[in-house]
Protein backbone atom coordinates (compact mmCIF):
# COMPACT_ATOMS: atom_id res chain seq x y z
CA UNK A 1 0.00 0.00 0.00
CA UNK A 2 0.93 3.66 -0.66
CA UNK A 3 0.51 6.58 2.29
CA UNK A 4 0.33 8.96 -1.53
CA UNK A 5 -2.07 9.65 -3.32
CA UNK A 6 -2.05 8.50 -6.77
CA UNK A 7 -2.56 11.29 -9.56
CA UNK A 8 -4.73 11.16 -12.80
CA UNK A 9 -3.85 8.51 -15.13
CA UNK A 10 -1.50 6.81 -12.67
CA UNK A 11 -1.85 2.93 -13.01
CA UNK A 12 -2.45 0.90 -9.70
CA UNK A 13 -3.10 -2.04 -8.19
CA UNK A 14 -6.31 -2.33 -6.52
CA UNK A 15 -6.73 -5.49 -3.77
CA UNK A 16 -10.17 -6.94 -2.57
CA UNK A 17 -9.77 -8.51 1.16
CA UNK A 18 -12.61 -9.91 2.49
CA UNK A 19 -13.95 -8.15 5.19
CA UNK A 20 -16.89 -10.07 7.37
CA UNK A 21 -19.99 -9.66 5.16
CA UNK A 22 -18.27 -7.08 2.23
CA UNK A 23 -14.97 -6.73 1.48
CA UNK A 24 -12.17 -3.96 1.53
CA UNK A 25 -10.03 -2.53 -1.37
CA UNK A 26 -7.08 -1.59 -0.80
CA UNK A 27 -4.39 0.25 -3.63
CA UNK A 28 -0.96 -0.10 -3.94
CA UNK A 29 1.00 2.43 -6.77
CA UNK A 30 3.19 0.42 -9.02
CA UNK A 31 6.26 1.16 -7.01
CA UNK A 32 5.07 -0.38 -3.97
CA UNK A 33 3.74 -3.65 -5.61
CA UNK A 34 5.16 -6.74 -4.46
CA UNK A 35 2.57 -8.88 -5.75
CA UNK A 36 -0.72 -10.28 -4.62
CA UNK A 37 -0.85 -9.12 -0.21
CA UNK A 38 -1.54 -12.98 1.71
CA UNK A 39 -4.83 -12.95 2.74
CA UNK A 40 -6.24 -10.93 -0.42
CA UNK A 41 -9.54 -12.04 -1.92
CA UNK A 42 -7.94 -11.09 -5.49
CA UNK A 43 -6.30 -7.70 -6.62
CA UNK A 44 -6.35 -6.45 -10.62
CA UNK A 45 -3.93 -3.47 -12.14
CA UNK A 46 -6.24 0.07 -13.68
CA UNK A 47 -5.36 3.51 -13.54
CA UNK A 48 -6.93 6.53 -11.99
CA UNK A 49 -9.67 8.35 -14.25
CA UNK A 50 -8.63 11.46 -15.48
CA UNK A 51 -11.13 14.05 -14.91
CA UNK A 52 -12.87 16.10 -17.73
CA UNK A 53 -11.26 19.29 -17.87
CA UNK A 54 -15.11 21.46 -18.31
CA UNK A 55 -15.21 23.49 -21.87
CA UNK A 56 -15.76 26.94 -20.93
CA UNK A 57 -17.70 28.99 -22.92
CA UNK A 58 -15.73 31.88 -22.64
CA UNK A 59 -18.23 34.68 -24.17
CA UNK A 60 -20.33 37.28 -22.58
CA UNK A 61 -23.95 36.50 -22.09
CA UNK A 62 -25.47 39.91 -23.69
CA UNK A 63 -22.89 38.77 -27.07
CA UNK A 64 -24.42 35.29 -26.99
CA UNK A 65 -28.18 36.69 -27.20
CA UNK A 66 -27.65 39.24 -29.55
CA UNK A 67 -25.92 36.64 -31.98
CA UNK A 68 -28.69 34.61 -30.97
CA UNK A 69 -31.33 37.60 -32.15
CA UNK A 70 -29.12 38.33 -35.61
CA UNK A 71 -29.25 34.60 -37.17
CA UNK A 72 -33.29 34.91 -36.38
CA UNK A 73 -34.00 35.49 -40.20
CA UNK A 74 -31.10 33.41 -41.53
CA UNK A 75 -32.09 30.53 -44.43
CA UNK A 76 -28.92 29.12 -44.32
CA UNK A 77 -29.02 25.46 -42.85
CA UNK A 78 -25.41 25.58 -41.31
CA UNK A 79 -26.77 29.32 -39.64
CA UNK A 80 -29.90 27.37 -38.21
CA UNK A 81 -27.71 24.50 -36.96
CA UNK A 82 -25.53 27.01 -35.10
CA UNK A 83 -28.58 29.21 -33.85
CA UNK A 84 -30.27 26.02 -32.51
CA UNK A 85 -26.85 25.21 -30.26
CA UNK A 86 -26.54 28.68 -29.60
CA UNK A 87 -30.15 28.53 -28.14
CA UNK A 88 -29.68 25.24 -25.73
CA UNK A 89 -26.32 27.15 -24.47
CA UNK A 90 -28.78 30.41 -23.72
CA UNK A 91 -31.51 27.89 -21.61
CA UNK A 92 -28.67 26.33 -20.02
CA UNK A 93 -27.52 30.06 -18.58
CA UNK A 94 -31.41 30.40 -18.10
CA UNK A 95 -31.13 33.60 -20.97
CA UNK A 96 -33.70 31.62 -22.65
CA UNK A 97 -36.99 29.73 -21.75
CA UNK A 98 -38.95 27.28 -24.06
CA UNK A 99 -42.37 27.57 -24.11
CA UNK A 100 -43.68 25.34 -26.87
CA UNK A 101 -43.32 23.39 -29.94
CA UNK A 102 -45.41 23.12 -33.29
CA UNK A 103 -45.59 22.46 -37.10
CA UNK A 104 -44.74 25.50 -39.24
CA UNK A 105 -44.51 24.73 -42.85
CA UNK A 106 -43.48 21.28 -42.15
CA UNK A 107 -40.70 21.62 -40.10
CA UNK A 108 -40.93 21.46 -36.00
CA UNK A 109 -40.19 25.17 -34.92
CA UNK A 110 -39.90 26.07 -30.68
CA UNK A 111 -41.11 29.11 -29.47
CA UNK A 112 -38.69 30.69 -26.83
CA UNK A 113 -39.14 33.85 -24.53
CA UNK A 114 -36.44 35.97 -23.06
CA UNK A 115 -37.40 36.27 -19.54
CA UNK A 116 -35.38 39.31 -19.14
CA UNK A 117 -37.67 41.26 -21.75
CA UNK A 118 -40.40 38.60 -22.32
CA UNK A 119 -39.24 38.83 -26.02
CA UNK A 120 -40.29 35.98 -28.03
CA UNK A 121 -38.36 33.79 -30.60
CA UNK A 122 -39.55 31.22 -33.39
CA UNK A 123 -36.27 28.63 -33.65
CA UNK A 124 -36.55 25.67 -35.98
CA UNK A 125 -35.01 22.50 -34.43
CA UNK A 126 -32.72 20.26 -37.10
CA UNK A 127 -32.39 17.32 -35.00
CA UNK A 128 -28.84 17.23 -34.32
CA UNK A 129 -27.27 14.12 -33.21
CA UNK A 130 -24.79 15.33 -30.07
CA UNK A 131 -21.79 14.80 -32.35
CA UNK A 132 -23.46 18.23 -34.39
CA UNK A 133 -23.90 19.40 -31.50
CA UNK A 134 -20.48 19.08 -29.83
Not at 4 to 16: I, N, P, W
Amino acid sequence: MTDRELGEGEEFYAVLFEDGDSFRRADYSLDSWTGPPEGSYCHFKTRVPVKEKKKRLLVDDELLMNFFVRLGGEEDPSRIRFRFVLALILMRKRLLRYDATEMLDGQETWTMTTPKDHATHKLINPHLTDDQIE
